[in-house]
């Protein structure tokens, strides 16, 4: 048995990649990524290795202990790989290896090294080239690595061979390019919106009074691993009651009560790419009147917000369409009082909304990507990947409120790719009306499958 190649793109996008990036980097510059560590967790037991986003996006190479080098223009090869070697007592016990010949055969490297042969390699790679473009700060080790075969070659400069002048970070030149996805990349992340909207209507199904958040998490589990989901794209958020009002809430340790409502926000990782969908909905399958009215808020302010998600529409242009329905809402439910443009130069939603509307979405849920150009807000353009997601959070003591509103969290998320007439919801088969939220659930009542 070997390594086999497991991405559900094709080798052809990701020698297009590499092409897009050295086109890029020209040919004074080099470009290194190193894999992503493996990461211990407790004593010999480490966490699922996950390969680094970069080092994946240029090669799908699934190790540790690699190093990809591309040196554009170069007569030996342009695409370089430095893995691990082949070794039959290893790989019983720690897994598949590729081994330089799968990193040619498999992976396309032109041509491909044992890691153990870096330092001697590297200062011969570097020479001649003007710019190396790397990452830096983010794995000490490769620093003090890529430090070490700078001075090699500087060490040799006398001899007429040139050394790099400048070390430039490699998001500058890689980044832009994951920024916008292509169509292949796109029907990956549908399918990973897909399965995570099925994982989220799994848990509406299961939600009862007295159901701990964690089975509700368990649902949600079960639906990401049966599509092939090696993990959640983050920590999965499944907070009952005023549990929703802590946004980062993921202790899922405790029982849903009758009456309240849930909040989860959790998504699949498929193939290295995330979906990051919220929905909040009533344990009981019902919501009362004044969950109700704060929903219908939110979900507004949600869908101005992605109407104003359009090609060259700013970055702002859905956060500031957000805001302005939320400070109408609240002005409306008495949450807060005076006029509304006064309040939203104020920033008085800022006690009931206390992030921002959205993020890029990725190989990284918090995707790489800037968000401004030029000191202003950038553009939105055709196959930029961005989460719609905002929400309102009562404290459950802010005693300046009415009581009723007192402890209700809501946030509404979705995933949206910008298209050249608007922009299309990846997550759209999650209910998300009141509507469609109570019918779902009820129909579950009804044939008595969440008792
Ligand atoms: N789940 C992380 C986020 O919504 O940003
Ligand atoms: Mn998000
Ligand atoms: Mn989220």
Redesign the pocket.
Known sequence: MSVTWSSLLDPAEFARRRARLMQAVGPDGVVLVPAAPPLRRNRDTEYRYRQDSDFYYLSAFPEPHALLVLLPGRPEGEFVLFCQPRDREMEIWNGYRAGPEGARTLFGADQAFVIGEADQRLPELLAGRRVVYAPQGSQPAFDAQLTGWLSAVRAKTRAGIAAPVAWQLLDSVLHPLRLLKSDAELGVMQRAADLSAEAHRRAMQAAAPGRFEYELEAELLHTFARHGCTAPA?GSIVGGGANACVLHYTENNRPLHDGDLVLI?AGGELDHYAA?I?RTFPVNGRFSAPQKALYEVVLAAQLAAIAAVQPGASWQAPHEAAVRVLTEGLLRLGLLSGEVDALIAAGAYRRFYMHRTG?WLGMD??DVGEYQLDGQWRPLQPGMVL?V?PGLYVAPDDDSVDAQWRGIGIRI?DDVVVTPEGCRVLTAAAPKSVADIEALMAADRAAGVAA
Do not use: I, N
């Open positions: 983050y926000d990051d919220t993020h849920v918090h989460t997601e998320e």
